[in-house]
């Protein structure tokens, strides 16, 4: 079956730490998405990217990184430098179909910092 | 820069009765799209429906039928015959057309009472 795939689903890190989540893709969709949902505010977007080897900044992209070297991967890390890393991340990619980009979302990845 | 705003943090109906969800926007552009989303207690967001804004008709999909009502910039989601597995957070979302992005309000919390 096509979908994205978000792993860890729980990670724990400790301050100071950089972690990666990874999020793959088998649909074959051109564009990628990180998203953060933090309690009673909505998804508020981090990076994108529309193509490979390329990417663009979200409304809060401080302290946050990526790369799309290939079609099927958009890993995300957040950085020591992020200073409230907790919270719920939601990766989604999306074909274009008649002009709408269509959100196709993983399960998400809960980080935690001690 | 777009807005999207859902006055409802929560709601509640009974199971089988109809629930309206509201949604306004704030936007300078012609041409997007207005989707809803859904997020169940799993967290796995799903497409709801979506609405072209150049189409005049509204959206429905089985039990899911939209008011757009463009110059208003309102675009509520009414759910007939709530069911139980209705209860979730629901997101409304605005992206312009082609784009690449998609805005999100902060979401309601409906809960389906038995």
């Known amino acids: 079956d096509g979908g994205i795939t978000q792993s860890p689903k729980y990670l724990f890190r400790k301050e100071g730490q950089n972690v990666t989540l990874s999020c793959e893709q088998n649909l074959n969709h051109d564009a990628m998405y990180w998203y953060r949902q933090d309690p009673g505010q909505g998804l508020r977007l981090i990076y994108y990217?529309?193509?490979?080897?390329?990417?663009q900044k979200g409304d809060i992209a401080e302290g946050y990184s990526v790369s799309r070297e290939k079609k099927e991967s958009f890993p995300l890390t957040v950085t020591s430098a992020q200073k409230n890393p907790t919270a719920f991340y939601l990766c989604?990619?999306?074909?274009?179909?008649?002009?709408?980009?269509?959100?196709?979302f993983g399960a998400g990845s809960r980080l935690t910092v001690l | 820069a777009q807005t999207v705003t859902q006055s409802q943090p929560e709601m509640s109906v009974q199971e089988a009765e109809t629930v309206t969800l509201s949604c306004t926007y704030d936007?300078?552009?012609?041409?997007?799209?207005l989707f809803w989303y859904k997020q169940p207690p799993s967290r796995q967001m799903i497409l709801v429906i979506r609405q072209e804004a150049y189409k005049q008709q509204n959206a429905t999909e089985n039990r899911f039928s939209v008011n757009f009502q463009k110059a208003a910039k309102s675009f509520s989601l009414k759910i007939s015959d709530s069911q139980l597995g209705d209860t979730a957070m629901y997101f409304c979302?605005?992206?312009?057309?082609?784009?690449?992005?998609?805005?999100f309000g902060d979401g309601t919390t409906l809960t389906v009472k038995p």
């Open positions: 936007t300078s552009e012609n041409n997007y799209y």
């Open positions: 990217s529309q193509i490979v080897n390329d990417f």
């Open positions: 989604a990619s999306s074909g274009i179909t008649s002009g709408a980009n269509v959100l196709t």
């Open positions: 979302a605005f992206m312009k057309t082609n784009a690449g992005k998609s805005t």
